[in-house]
DNA sequence: AGTATATTTGCAACTTAGTTGCATTAATAG
DNA sequence: CTATTAATGCAACTAAGTTGCAAATATACT
């Protein structure tokens, strides 16, 4: 079960997004709300929001936790699978609207991936 | 700088991996040698093999680290980057010997990828 | 073989990301 | 305005991985 209430938490977080529609990670979700929401809340309010198709999880390099807004997402059906683009020069993360074709592989059932590309974003190319 | 000395501890690692070519998390190794060699050994020791081109590693669901045995690589040239196949059901992960294609991202600089692709393998199809 | 030297190891203590249990707080319904 | 129950804060915990340092051991040299 995802968001029942309104809180103050779950606004900030949503907040947060709304910003900009950057992939932001836990551990910068946490530091930014040091003074306001406790690291455990902070935790369960992304929980909750994913569970409702409101937000994406993902791992980025050294596996921590990345969060990002969910394009046509519901509760329970993530619908929207796409690569992740991380910086190698600032570390930020985009979302990426391309597809990858995921090859077949014999005698093996695909269910998914997760793609994360590295490389140079645009504001560090320049 | 990677291996010098070919220890005891050097052996064991090597012939975990000499047994079958799948991929070991390092949870499994530091437990599976629990007895033999210490856990901050195992970590160097696979580190120092990353180092000389012997093994590589990558992360798999949940983040956790994942070490196989390389095909044509040396020491500070890592060339067989190639996407990793996690199962579902049983949890263990192949090398996959097919190509994923990255599409061009206009204004980026793409250097490497992650690829995880998650299913059923093949002992788990059955 | 015996010894010197530097690499490697074990241990304990630490760091960091994330989780759990429980008492308290606060959002919503009636 | 009150009752109900979701949500929060806190402290303590777990688990993966790291660090510093003294002790052990592999290798080179005599
Ligand atoms: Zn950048
Ligand atoms: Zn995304
Ligand atoms: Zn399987
Ligand atoms: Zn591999």
């Given at each position: 079960?995802g968001?029942?209430r309104?809180?103050?938490?779950?606004?900030?977080?949503?907040?947060?997004?709304?910003?900009?529609?950057?992939?932001?990670?836990v551990?910068?979700?946490?530091?930014?709300?040091?003074?306001?929401i406790?690291?455990?809340?902070?935790?369960?309010?992304?929980?909750?929001?994913?569970?409702?198709?409101?937000?994406?999880?993902?791992?980025?390099?050294?596996?921590?936790?990345?969060?990002?807004?969910?394009?046509?997402c519901?509760?329970?059906?993530?619908?929207?699978?796409?690569?992740?683009?991380q910086c190698?020069?600032?570390?930020?993360?985009?979302?990426l609207?391309?597809?990858i074709?995921?090859?077949?592989?014999?005698?093996r059932?695909?269910?998914g991936?997760?793609?994360?590309?590295?490389?140079?974003?645009?504001?560090?190319?320049?």
């Amino acid at each position: 079960m995802g968001v029942v209430r309104k809180t103050q938490s779950v606004s900030l977080v949503l907040e947060a997004f709304k910003a900009d529609s950057k992939a932001i990670s836990v551990i910068d979700l946490v530091d930014r709300f040091n003074d306001k929401i406790n690291k455990t809340t902070v935790y369960r309010v992304l929980d909750r929001l994913e569970d409702d198709g409101v937000l994406h999880s993902f791992l980025g390099v050294n596996g921590i936790k990345w969060y990002a807004p969910c394009k046509d997402c519901s509760e329970h059906k993530h619908s929207d699978v796409h690569p992740h683009f991380q910086c190698t020069d600032c570390g930020k993360i985009d979302c990426l609207n391309v597809d990858i074709t995921i090859p077949k592989l014999p005698n093996r059932e695909v269910v998914g991936a997760q793609v994360l590309i590295q490389g140079k974003c645009e504001a560090c190319c320049n």
